[in-house]
């Protein structure tokens, strides 16, 4: 079973989870909701692709922020609950592109959904400097990377029963 990997966040727009949750259906398979804390790295790693992490300044690191946000989990709970997905949260740690790539290695998953940033004069220095994570992460992989703009249409009609 070859996994659908989406890089999830507070606040991203509930369609980025629900293009990937249509994947997951077409594929017949799970989808694996996975959130990066870049503030964090990874001391162990098991082979479901779960991640123990350590915060990078030890004087300000919570052990709390090393585990899946229980409100994003939620959130994710309930954007999902219509669609009937298999899905699972995973915490990971570091630099986002890379850790969503090396999960993606480490499930063998069919591909990594990510959503695109807003435009706005910030997300747009932003991004000129970090690069995208989509692009990254199309540089990177040798799976499809399937990036979600950020006002994309809904996807009832993806959805199995929902057409």
Not at 80 to 99: C, E, F, H, I, S
Not at 122 to 138: D, H, K, M, T, Y
Request: aromatic share 6%; net charge negative.
């Amino acid at each position: 079973m070859h996994s659908v990997v989406v890089g999830v966040t507070p606040g991203q727009p509930p369609v980025v989870v629900l293009h990937a949750a249509a994947f997951a259906a077409r594929f017949q398979t799970d989808l694996v909701c996975a959130h990066v804390n870049p503030g964090r790295f990874v001391t162990a790693e098991a082979a479901d692709g779960s991640v123990s992490s350590s915060s990078i300044d030890p004087d300000f690191g919570d052990e709390r922020e090393g585990e899946f946000d229980a409100e994003l989990a939620a959130a994710l709970g309930e954007i999902l609950a219509p669609t009937g997905a298999a899905w699972r949260p995973l915490a990971l740690a570091g630099d986002v592109a890379r850790a969503l790539g090396h999960l993606a290695d480490t499930l063998d998953a069919s591909m990594i959904v990510v959503g695109a940033h807003e435009h706005s004069v910030s997300g747009s220095i932003q991004e000129f400097f970090n690069r995208s994570i989509g692009v990254q992460l199309a540089h990177q992989q040798s799976r499809p990377v399937v990036i979600i703009p950020a006002r994309a249409p809904g996807v009832r009609s993806y959805l199995p029963g929902k057409e």
